[in-house]
């Protein structure tokens, strides 16, 4: 035959070669219509339609061991109250006939499973329902199910334990206003435009939602903080005069044409900040002030509730946690409420040139306040102490070891037990798992009372005999049980968590993974999140969602908090997270590793990847990805320009590029402060000449966290190193994701990670549908 009969044959051979060789890939594409749709259902808004996770919050009644707890899954929105001593569970109201009313009231159409609120508060001794809708007050009795809107109280006010009084701010001054009467009594009169009583920060979210654009006319609950007995309160005038502002400007107002600007107060580190001088009222016939024996106060956050004002018992004194700037010390402060002499019951300094950690340290008082716990990592591990409150003399220290004390979760005073929620305690288990312990406060051995290797969360009774139980890992679905506290058996299964429908989508759970950091020694913790129907004979694009803010770790524990990864894992990715060097609730060295050195964590990140390849060969360490908020927004970034052979796209979103321009209390927290060259050393701009891939930044108009000024300053950067990038400046979007594009954003972001790491275009006419909460 010849030649040239036989070449198409030949051809044919080699084509049919190539086309077997190509099929598969063809096959298993994935960053297509139908996954992007399938994605959008592991989106918490659409995911609670499919699932009922196990993770329940009580609200105890006070009176008695009865709780309630709101469910919310496939059968709709659920309030349901647990009654101990009956030993009964059951919906708290017939929801049908509440919905049936409420909507007769309204005018508006209401479904039983998807009422339009999440909180209730039972009134009239239990007859009676309260609820907010949007900015009405209802209240409704379940005898006969007729529901009323309530009068809205003139301003926003904070009531006396005994509901007697109720405290309000007018024109810059407090005023108590008699409940029972109406007579309203005049506290102070020299309240003025920044420097006035019982104001916190506003927020600009809160300037935005109210209409305000200076933030000293926004409308806020007042800050005061009431005795026991209801007969004192203790509050501060706050001078922000000297303090730094910044504007916002939001271009697209609801209900203007023009762009608004806003100016709020917002210190960057290093300068001055609002001081606050601390006042105690004594409420009778006649009203008597004491101002407290202190010098002004440096307010380093929004808000007051970092001091944590506790009253005694009995009412004549108030204890308060204040934090020295640079976080070099934390007192434990006690005001005599009748003279406003002030004493310090306990001071913790720092351990060389570091910080003590807010975060960590937490303080109950016991015994009425005559004695008081406190938290310290002084040992190198956050542990417990008890103190003598008269003399501040440390009485003992309750626990001991190299692993961490997370959490105090209630004192009993009448057995003379704290109970606490620790992590690292048991061999073997991972460091950041928490389980509930219970030690005596006269000193004894601890016990543990959830025995489950699983990550738990405790609500105890206000007596404290019961408390309410979540645990789950990310490979374990668990549930909530409630237990008793006097040896942790369950005494009742409240909610599981059912996986039918992630097993139905051929869903593998995530895979915790143990590996080490670039040190070689040090033990760090990650997690894989593999897409369903997950093939091990392919090699997928890994793709890294960042978080490296020192004041907590980050890598989920529990199986409800990896959907939104499983969500991006779905496109045709593997999701990873570390907790690297620097993250907290580990030893306080390990913390340290990011002190002054915020830029310089990442190659635990990098080392901890090529680990995970190694063992995992359907990691494709060729294709990275990395993505994240606010702080991740900054980590990705430096991450991304650090090592920039390694990660190949990045998606950031409301990046705090540079420390300089943002929050004093956070970064000279962790930064250091005074303020050095650090600061700029390990700014984002200072590494745009590394950019080698492709990099989207995201920011939002009005973000009052994080200023879009940090972004522009490395968009200034970029350009003028002529790199290429991509960007969106959002209207209307506060910090992260939010806003009304808040799913415009997260499309884009797959998009990006699609388009650059899978090489397929993604589909246009895509858009994400995410049901909301309280949507129909």
Same mark, same amino acid.
């Given at each position: 035959m010849p030649e040239t009969m036989k070449s198409p044959g030949r051809h044919a051979g080699t084509l049919l070669a190539i086309l077997l060789g190509v099929l598969p890939a063809i096959g298993f594409a994935q960053g297509r219509l139908a996954d992007y749709r399938h994605a959008e259902q592991f989106l918490s808004g659409n995911l609670s339609s499919h699932i009922q996770f196990a993770d329940i919050e009580p609200h105890w009644f006070h009176q008695d061991n009865r709780f309630w707890y709101l469910g919310q899954g496939p059968a709709g929105k659920r309030f349901i109250q647990v009654d101990v001593a009956r030993d009964t569970q059951a919906a708290a109201f017939d929801h049908a006939r509440l919905a049936a009313a409420l909507s007769r009231a309204s005018g508006k159409t209401y479904r039983a499973d998807a009422l339009p609120f999440d909180a209730i508060e039972f009134v009239d001794g239990g007859n009676g329902l309260r609820f907010d809708i949007d900015d009405v007050h209802w209240e409704c009795r379940l005898d006969d199910y007729a529901c009323t809107p309530e009068p809205r109280e003139p301003q926003p006010v904070s009531l006396s334990p005994d509901g007697r009084h109720a405290a309000f701010v007018r024109d810059h001054n407090l005023y108590v206003r008699d409940t029972a009467t109406g007579k309203v009594v005049q506290l102070t009169g020299d309240g003025e435009p920044e420097n006035d009583y019982a104001t916190p920060w506003p927020w600009l979210e809160l300037m935005v939602e109210q209409g305000v654009t200076d933030g000293a006319d926004a409308t806020q609950a007042p800050a005061v903080f009431w005795s026991p007995d209801s007969t004192r309160l203790v509050t501060y005038r706050m001078n922000t005069r000297d303090a730094g502002h910044l504007e916002s400007q939001q271009f697209v107002p609801k209900d203007q044409l023009r762009p608004r600007t806003y100016r709020y107060i917002y210190p960057l580190p290093g300068e001055p900040l609002p001081t606050a001088r601390l006042v105690v009222f004594q409420l009778g016939p006649t009203v008597r002030r004491v101002e407290v024996d202190t010098p002004p106060l440096e307010v380093q956050s929004w808000g007051w509730g970092e001091l944590g004002f506790s009253w005694s018992a009995d009412g004549r004194r108030v204890l308060y946690r204040y934090l020295g700037r640079g976080a070099k010390y934390i007192e434990l402060r006690e005001i005599d409420a009748a003279s406003g002499q002030q004493r310090v019951l306990h001071r913790e300094d720092a351990v060389g040139d570091y910080m003590v950690d807010p975060f960590s340290m937490q303080w109950r008082l016991v015994d009425g306040g005559r004695q008081f716990v406190w938290t310290s990592e002084r040992s190198g591990w956050n542990q417990l102490y008890l103190y003598d409150a008269a003399s501040g003399r440390q009485l003992r220290r309750l626990t001991e070891g190299d692993w961490v004390v997370r959490e105090i979760v209630f004192v009993d005073d009448a057995q003379r037990q704290v109970y606490f929620l620790a992590a690292g305690v048991q061999a073997g288990e991972d460091p950041y798992q928490t389980r509930l312990y219970r030690v005596p406060l006269d000193g004894g051995e601890m016990q543990l009372l959830t025995p489950e290797p699983a990550n738990h969360q405790a609500f105890m009774s206000p007596d404290g005999k019961y408390f309410v139980d979540n645990y789950s890992r990310v490979d374990l679905p668990g549930g909530s049980v409630l237990r008793r506290a006097s040896d942790g058996r369950i005494l009742r299964e409240l909610e599981r968590t059912d996986t039918h429908w992630l097993d139905a989508q051929g869903w593998t759970p995530p895979l915790p993974f143990k590996g080490k950091a670039a040190d070689g020694k040090t033990d760090l913790y990650g997690l894989i999140? &593999?897409?369903?129907?997950?093939?091990?004979?392919?090699?997928?694009?890994?793709?890294?969602?960042?978080?490296?803010?020192?004041?907590?770790?980050?890598?989920?524990?529990?199986?409800?908090?990896?959907?939104?990864?499983?969500?991006?894992?779905?496109?045709?990715?593997?999701?990873?997270?570390?907790?690297?060097?620097?993250?907290?609730?580990?030893?306080?060295?390990?913390?340290?590793?990011?002190?002054?050195?915020?830029?310089?964590?990442?190659?635990?990140?990098?080392?901890?990847?090529?680990?995970?390849?190694?063992?995992?060969?359907?990691?494709?360490?060729?294709?990275?990805?990395?993505?994240?908020?606010?702080?991740?927004?900054?980590?990705?970034?430096?991450?991304?320009?650090?090592?920039?052979?390694?990660?190949?796209?990045?998606?950031?979103?409301?990046?705090?590029?540079?420390?300089?321009?943002?929050?004093?209390?956070?970064?000279?927290?962790?930064?250091?402060?005074?303020?050095?060259?650090?600061?700029?050393?390990?700014?984002?701009?200072?590494?745009?000449? &590394?950019?080698?891939?492709?990099?989207?930044?995201?920011?939002?108009?009005?973000?009052?966290?994080?200023?879009?000024?940090?972004?522009?300053?490395?968009?200034?950067?970029?350009?003028?190193?002529?790199?290429?990038?991509?960007?969106?400046?959002?209207?209307?979007?506060?910090?992260?994701?939010?806003?009304?594009?808040? &799913?415009?954003?997260?499309?884009?972001?797959?998009?990006?990670?699609?388009?650059?790491?899978?090489?397929?275009?993604?589909?246009?006419?895509?858009?994400?549908?995410?049901?909301?909460? &309280?949507?129909?």
């Open positions: 999140v &593999r897409p369903t129907h997950f093939d091990p004979a392919r090699r997928y694009p890994v793709v890294e969602y960042i978080y490296t803010g020192p004041h907590n770790f980050f890598v989920p524990k529990t199986l409800a908090r990896t959907m939104d990864l499983q969500a991006t894992a779905e496109l045709g990715f593997v999701v990873v997270m570390v907790d690297g060097r620097g993250t907290a609730k580990r030893s306080r060295d390990f913390h340290a590793f990011s002190y002054h050195n915020l830029g310089n964590v990442f190659e635990d990140h990098v080392a901890m990847l090529r680990q995970m390849a190694a063992r995992h060969p359907w990691m494709d360490l060729d294709r990275v990805g990395i993505y994240g908020y606010s702080h991740g927004g900054y980590g990705s970034t430096h991450a991304f320009l650090q090592y920039p052979d390694f990660y190949k796209v990045c998606v950031s979103t409301s990046g705090d590029h540079d420390a300089r321009l943002d929050k004093a209390g956070w970064n000279e927290l962790f930064q250091g402060y005074p303020v050095g060259k650090d600061y700029v050393e390990q700014a984002n701009q200072q590494l745009v000449d &590394r950019l080698k891939g492709h990099l989207l930044l995201i920011h939002g108009d009005i973000d009052g966290n994080v200023h879009p000024a940090e972004t522009m300053r490395l968009v200034d950067a970029l350009m003028s190193a002529n790199k290429p990038f991509d960007m969106l400046l959002v209207p209307n979007m506060a910090h992260g994701d939010s806003g009304p594009h808040a &799913r415009y954003i997260t499309q884009r972001r797959w998009n990006y990670l699609v388009r650059h790491l899978l090489d397929v275009e993604p589909p246009r006419d895509f858009r994400i549908h995410e049901a909301s909460p &309280r949507q129909d």
